[in-house]
């Protein structure tokens, strides 16, 4: 079997929502209520009971999981796991397996899955982090970074988030933290450590997601270049962005950082919103980002270095930034 075969979690809708193997495809064993019903029966009468109130459960469905089966898998090759590589994992293989299926069972299951992501962040990898100001267009560059064939990681995509008060609108919801981590390590595990990987310069969170704090020190340490582009060039950028949502919507996510932006510039700024006037209220709004972004400049250990990128295309500065990189591997260390 390669890695083109199918992955089959067979632990509950609930634990494969929290976090599962990107790509897994869940065939769930037993419900949430179902789950909890053998693992009480397993504390208070035992695990003989336990199995075989099991068995009643799920036993009524082995013909279902065979068709679903023979659907996502019509070479009938696949591979199988549950939480710990146990029973769950082992009744379902039994039951496919007699179905003609040959069937592969990831050891440990999950649980060492998930033990293997968070070792991920704790290798060192070579780390360019591209910094500058909200509205300079970074993500937009990562992009072209990737189609000169540079090694990317967006975080914001894995989050689903663009890193502000504003950064969910139009996007899907983020994932579970635990997701957020398998998708990631995924990426980091794939990087080839010979080459620089480019990063979005990030807090320590994404929206809800948390950047693992093994990962996030790498972050920290790593060579920045800061892109630099006039403010007109980045009002026009978020309003290419964001100006087209509903003000309501705009109007939210301004008051949700009414407390740092301040009383007096929030109000101004929801007027100009309510008045169909984005890019003045944008103007306001950045008076915020700006200030927090050269402190979390100043904090990091590793002076910027930066570059102009005014009136340059995504594409363009990726050029010039990829340019940029090619001196001693010593500036990546």
Excluded at 219 to 243: D, K, S
Excluded at 287 to 307: G, H, I
Aim: aromatic share 8%; glycine share 10%.
């Amino acid at each position: 079997m390669d890695c083109a075969t199918p992955i089959l979690d067979v632990r509950s809708p609930g634990e494969f929502a929290q976090g599962h193997i990107p790509g897994a495809v869940s065939l769930p064993l037993f419900t949430d209520a179902e789950r909890a019903e053998v693992g009480i029966c397993y504390k208070q009468q035992g695990h003989d009971q336990a199995v075989e109130l099991g068995f009643a459960l799920a036993g009524g469905k082995f013909a279902g999981f065979i068709a679903q089966a023979k659907q996502i898998a019509p070479d009938r090759q696949l591979r199988l796991h549950c939480w710990r590589g146990g029973m769950r994992s082992e009744a379902v293989a039994w039951v496919l397996e007699l179905a003609g299926f040959e069937v592969s069972l990831l050891k440990g299951g999950y649980k060492t899955f998930r033990r293997w992501v968070l070792h991920q962040f704790e290798r060192p990898k070579p780390i360019v982090i591209l910094g500058g100001m909200t509205g300079t267009g970074k993500t937009d560059i990562l992009q072209a970074l990737w189609g000169l064939g540079e090694q990317v990681i967006d975080l914001e995509h894995l989050a689903n988030h663009r890193g502000s008060s504003f950064g969910a609108l139009g996007l899907p919801p983020q994932p579970t933290q635990e997701q957020f981590e398998n998708a990631l390590a995924l990426a980091w595990a794939a990087i080839d450590a010979r080459r620089p990987v480019w990063l979005e310069a990030e807090s320590r969170r994404i929206g809800l997601c948390r950047i693992p704090d093994a990962l996030f020190t790498q972050m920290e340490q790593a060579w920045l270049l800061e892109i630099h582009r006039p403010l007109a060039e980045r009002l026009a950028y978020l309003v290419e962005i964001y100006g087209g949502f509903p003000a309501a919507e705009l109007i939210a996510a301004t008051e949700r950082i009414r407390k740092r932006l301040g009383g007096q510039r929030t109000q101004a700024a929801v007027q100009h919103l309510q008045a169909g006037q984005p890019s003045a209220a944008f103007e306001l709004i950045l008076d915020y980002y700006d200030r927090t972004y050269q402190y979390d400049l100043q904090r990091r250990p590793r002076q910027a270095e930066s570059v102009d990128v005014a009136g340059l295309s995504a594409d363009q500065a990726a050029g010039a930034l990829k340019l940029q990189t090619r001196q001693p591997e010593s500036a990546l260390s």
